[in-house]
T-cell receptor
């Protein structure tokens, strides 16, 4: 079965603290994974894709096929990072559809 | 233009009304998607269009009828909706739907309320 699991509904940290948002997936093929972010009253936007191994806004995510995980990390959280974060798995042979995890709401306190 | 636009922003309709949602992109993308998002929930795929042809229908009730008049436009026609259909309807587009990492660009959504 194709599934994305984000175990934490809400993650609350203080500014400057490290952050890790967990994502695990279940997929028999070669995964294409993304992190999307939805700031308050803004559209869903792509944050990271696994293939590019880039760092955006200080966030990184590494695909671990052995643990079927794609956790999102940032060493020092900022208040402006407060948002809803979705991990998504792309199924290319089903129209390229995205299967989203349930989302983790990150709250960064001053 | 690197955005997906959606109109209207908000829509309130009765159960007997007929209305349409519109989505537009001018990025030359050949795949377009409709998602439904309930409050505090992730988006759920409804339809996929690839090269202006419907390629995926995720068992969506027939009261939702998608249309792709050309490569830049995607419509969602609504008829005889139920109150439980109230949600944020998101449109997205990507370069293609095939193999390879094709990121999806999302529009701001239409917030639909069915009375």
């Amino acid at each position: 079965a194709q599934r994305v699991t984000q175990p934490e509904k809400l993650l609350s940290v203080f500014k400057g603290a490290p952050v890790e948002l967990k994502c695990n997936y279940s997929y028999s093929g070669s995964p294409e994974l993304f992190w999307y972010v939805q700031y308050s009253r803004q559209r869903l936007q792509l944050l990271l894709r696994h293939i590019s191994r880039e760092s955006i806004k200080g966030f990184t995510a590494d695909l671990n096929k052995g643990e079927t995980s794609f956790h999102l990390k940032k060493p020092f959280a900022q208040e402006e990072d407060s948002a809803m974060y979705y991990c998504a798995l792309r199924i290319y042979n089903q129209g390229g559809k995205l299967i989203f995890g349930q989302g983790t709401e990150l709250s960064v306190k001053p | 233009d690197t955005e997906v636009t959606q109109t209207p922003k908000h829509l309130v309709m009765g159960m007997t009304n007929k209305k349409s949602l519109k989505c537009e992109q001018h990025m030359g993308h050949r795949a377009m998607y409709w998602y439904k998002q309930k409050a505090k929930k992730p988006p759920e795929l409804m339809f996929v269009y690839s090269y202006e042809k419907l390629s995926i229908n995720e068992s969506v009730p027939s009261r939702f009828s998608p249309e792709c008049p050309n490569s830049s436009l995607l419509n969602l026609h609504l008829h005889a909706l139920q109150p439980e259909d109230s949600a944020l309807y998101l449109c997205a587009s990507s370069q293609d739907r095939g193999v390879g990492v094709n990121e999806q660009f999302f529009g701001p959504g239409t917030r639909l309320t069915v009375l």
